[in-house]
């Protein structure tokens, strides 16, 4: 008898427990139901203006001695645009709302000097690193535009902050594979460190582009190939993913020749990736005859949320700002005097992803 009520009990227990489990509702964060809301956006979706919503405009207004030739990079902070002009060798901080404010560093080769603008940054502290691709140097500077050290690196053509104040640097070009990585790791103090990431490119070309989400994973792309690699903040490989779109157009030129303009023009490169901490990885495609450009968006995991989003010829993706707003560069036409007879009107537009 003592065992047979022993047993009603644990079956009253076991019963009690699972309608407890069944009750309880599940409690999601922020993030994920941000991520729910886009999932559902997308699914419905495919135009930039279904999927994007504006949510900022500036139109950086410079002058003189100070007119913008070309936007090679953008940073954009809480309070400020940064902008590298690698043409006009000059870095330009510019008020949200589009004002010039002052400049960072001057065309040299001395401290706090700089002779090719090729990549810029902001890290976790708010500095700006300068990466000058001629000397390869990496110089720092606080946002007033005071230099404070630079630090001599080995060969790339871009670098990331990590969450550490140290910088990741990139080599997507040939060089690479003769090292048997892309991707070398300098800590805080501009010391090197480690390199990894095995080159996974078929043709070194000097092109795309690495990032690193809100927990510090690394990610990167090149320009030859449609593919997403992942690494953790110390380089271990995590994962590497991405669905090919049916627009997409690989370079595949023999070794005994160059590409042909043909090639060239139907080359859907890779140029940009972007991660918001809203979990979003966005990457841009771009094709130059008949021209065009396209966003494809996956989430850390690598599930791809929408592909060939076709955004306007005259927006390039840009930066994602510390209010997690997605910025896009808007370059002014093409017909604009080159001896600038017209002060080209280049506009940072900062866009959400619909989540209503």
């Known amino acids: 008898m003592k065992f047979f009520f022993l047993f009603i009990v644990i079956v009253l227990l076991y019963s009690c427990k699972n309608e407890d489990k069944k009750q309880r509702p599940i409690v999601l964060n922020e993030n994920d139901s941000l991520m729910m809301k886009y999932r559902e956006v997308m699914a419905v979706n495919s135009e930039f203006d279904a999927i994007f919503k504006k949510a900022s405009q500036s139109v950086l207004r410079a002058y003189n001695e100070h007119i913008i030739s ?40 001395g401290p706090g000097e700089y002779n090719s603008l090729y990549d810029i940054d902001v890290n976790s502290k708010g500095e700006i690193l300068v990466f000058d691709v001629s000397s390869l140097r990496v110089s720092k500077f606080k946002i007033d535009g ?6 001599k690196v080995k060969f790339g053509v871009g670098i990331c902050s990590d969450l550490k104040g140290g910088f990741y640097q990139y080599n997507s070009t040939e060089s690479a594979i003769a090292e048997k990585n892309s991707i070398k790791y300098y800590n805080a103090n501009g010391i090197y460190e480690k390199s990894f990431c095995t080159p996974f490119f078929k ?8 990032d690193i989400d809100s ?9 030859s190939q449609y593919l997403v690699k992942k690494f953790s903040p110390e380089g271990d490989f ?3 993913f991405g669905n090919i779109p049916k627009f997409y157009k690989s370079l595949e030129v023999p070794k005994d020749r160059f590409a042909n303009q043909e090639e060239l023009d139907a080359f859907t490169p890779l140029t940009k990736i972007l991660i918001t901490k809203g979990k979003l990885v966005l990457v841009e495609l771009v094709r130059s005859k008949p021209r065009a450009r396209w966003i494809d968006i996956y989430d850390t995991d690598g599930n791809l949320l929408k592909s060939g989003i076709k955004i306007a010829p005259a927006l390039s993706l840009g930066a994602i700002g510390d209010d997690d707003i997605i910025y896009f560069i808007k370059n002014p036409p093409d017909d604009v005097p080159s001896n600038f007879t017209e002060v080209p009107d280049y506009q940072l537009i900062g866009y959400k992803i619909r989540a209503d």
Request: aromatic share 6%; hydrophobic share 40%.
């Open 70 to 109: 070309n936007i090679k990079r953008v940073q954009v902070t809480k309070q400020n645009i940064i902008v590298a002009d690698s043409h006009g060798k000059q870095l330009l901080v510019f008020t949200k709302d589009g004002k010039l404010i002052n400049t960072i560093g001057k065309a040299g080769s």
């Open 146 to 151: 005071t230099f404070t050290t630079s630090y």
């Open 203 to 210: 043709i070194g070309m000097v092109g795309a582009n690495i």
């Open 215 to 223: 927990k510090g994973n690394v990610y990167v792309i090149h320009s």
């Open 238 to 240: 995590i994962k590497d």
